[in-house]
């Protein structure tokens, strides 16, 4: 017997979960028969057991923090491949996001949940990249439990804005963003759910891609809500993000979020084709909210125009559905994330694919034993979507669902129109890291106030792209470029062609010769 049994009175208390009543007979007797029905767990256990993988034994270890001092590093690394398949990637130094596994290497997930945990399987990701001739210099700090839109909620502490070391660095890919910024690495994995690529891409003032919905395998990485989770580049350059992309896009056919078959493209392939008769739509919808900051909305209104000058078509086009797409992804991500990540314990069920029992079985222990050390964006997550999932029975979940076919398809009008969209990444430049103990409301909207024009790609799926627009008072802006899915390529070839027209993207001044660190 390996499987631990239930007592009778976990019997009634599981009993009076669905609503049953039981005697204490009944708990009794229910114990026994559910003792027989859990044979077949300890079969599978033994079954399991005979093909488990066993980590390998990788060298890895804590940056000091004169080291570290954007706190961007959660470890530091130097894995490679001594069997690597080509050398698209040789060279290159890349940073994963410290949600996605790298067999043998300690995962955080930002979260006191998962500390210490290590993996035993590389995601599909990282065997591509170190296939491709990659240096894993590392695992980059991301938000607890990715659940942030800024870089204050993870555990490990803040990560800082590589031009201003006061401010935030986006989140929830903030150590990634931050690294690739300051040069520390050549690229990095990135994860997207409601914009955590595309955000710290745009306040750090480098390269972000999410990709179209199910290119990129997310097999290895910790979910937060199967229909929503994306995996990606982010690059000091297009050319890089393009090339990055073109190593890890492709079916792993373990990953359920993704079709079928996805045919292997070369995305830098057409990247200098410039955009000559292309169509771009300003998304009227993506400026003007009530958090946007007016220069930016004019810097990147001015950045979209330029494509005129390399004679491309620019155009206004209205989106209403964009402003509704938000609540929509809200719901999706709200309950999806309470059902899946946290009672479901990161994978949830009822789907096919790969899944990572042991880091199951490990985070199941500790959210409950260290529940009280979530970021409380990840508080509100658990306490809203619970409600939702119970005394709302789910449904504003399957409103949400049925809602999204019409907000997928208000953008792919507009694209029948435009070959991409713009707007701004988000509606302002990175705000000042707030102090410790700040008050509850102002810690959720310094965490989540600028999701508002990334959050909805997130839940239709199109791939957008952060590309820097200029900079504010010495700060990065950012547009995002959308496009038709599985139309990546367009997207980064307009991404690249306003790179060459500006004459390529800004970087910081070192860490600390602007700000001094704290």
């Known amino acids: 017997m390996t499987v631990s049994r239930p007592s009778p009175a976990a019997i009634g208390s ?42 390998p034994d990788r060298e890895h270890r804590t940056p000091s923090a004169p080291e570290n001092p954007l706190g961007a590093w959660y470890v530091t690394t130097s894995i490679t491949s001594a069997e690597a398949a ?209 220069e930016v909305d004019s810097a990147v209104r001015a950045a979209a125009l330029r494509f005129t000058e390399a004679g491309a078509e620019v155009g206004e086009v209205s989106i209403p559905w964009h402003r509704h797409a938000f609540h929509v992804w809200n719901v999706i991500a709200t309950d999806g994330a309470a059902y899946q990540m946290l009672d479901g314990n990161g994978y949830g069920l009822n789907a096919g694919g790969l899944y990572d029992p042991e880091q199951m079985a490990y985070f199941s222990e500790r959210r409950r034993t260290h529940a009280d050390e979530l970021s409380e964006t990840v508080k509100l997550v658990a306490l809203c979507g619970h409600h939702g999932t119970t005394t709302l029975g789910s449904a504003a979940y399957g409103k949400a669902r049925n809602l999204v076919p019409t907000a997928r398809a208000a953008y792919d009008t507009a694209l029948e129109s435009y070959d991409v969209l713009v707007m701004p990444t988000l509606p302002y430049t990175a705000n000042e890291l707030p102090e410790p103990g700040i008050d509850r409301a102002t810690y959720l909207t310094k965490a989540l106030g600028m999701v508002v024009n990334a959050a909805p790609l997130d839940v239709t799926g199109h791939p957008a792209l952060s590309v820097p627009a200029g900079l504010i008072d010495g700060l990065p802006v950012g547009m995002m470029i959308v496009g038709k899915h599985f139309d990546d390529a367009t997207v980064l070839r307009v991404g690249h062609a306003f790179e060459q027209l500006v004459g390529g993207f800004p970087t910081p001044d070192a860490a600390g010769d602007r700000v001094a660190l704290a």
């Open 86 to 294: 080509d050398d698209r990637l040789a060279g290159r130094r890349v940073a994963i996001k410290d949600n996605v596994a790298v067999a043998g290497v300690p995962m955080m997930n930002g979260s006191r949940t998962l500390e210490g945990f290590v993996p035993t399987r590389d995601a599909t990701v990282v065997t591509r990249l170190l296939a491709a001739g990659a240096e894993i210099a590392g695992k980059s700090v991301c938000e607890d439990l990715c659940f942030s839109g800024s870089s204050f909620t993870s555990a490990s502490g803040p990560v800082r804005n590589p031009w201003d070391t006061c401010r935030e660095a986006g989140g929830s890919s903030s150590g990634s963003g931050a690294l690739v910024a300051l040069g520390e690495v050549d690229m990095a994995i990135g994860g997207d759910q409601g914009g955590s690529i595309r955000i710290p891409a745009s306040f750090c003032g480098v390269v972000g891609h999410k990709p179209t919905f199910g290119l990129v395998p997310y097999t290895g990485a910790f979910p937060i809500e199967r229909t929503i989770d994306h995996v990606g580049p982010i690059a000091r350059t297009v050319a890089d993000a393009a090339l990055m992309l073109s190593v890890i896009a492709g079916t792993d056919g373990n990953d359920p979020r993704q079709p079928d078959e996805t045919p292997a493209v070369d995305y830098t392939h057409g990247l200098d084709n410039g955009v000559t008769g292309l169509r771009i739509g300003i998304v009227t919808e993506g400026f003007g909210h009530e958090s946007s900051q007016p």
């Open 14 to 55: 599981a009993a009076e979960h669905y609503g049953m009543t039981l005697s204490t007979a009944d708990r009794e007797e229910f114990a026994g028969l559910v003792d027989g029905a859990l044979g077949s767990y300890d079969v599978v256990d033994d079954l399991y057991a005979a093909i488990a993988p066993t980590a």
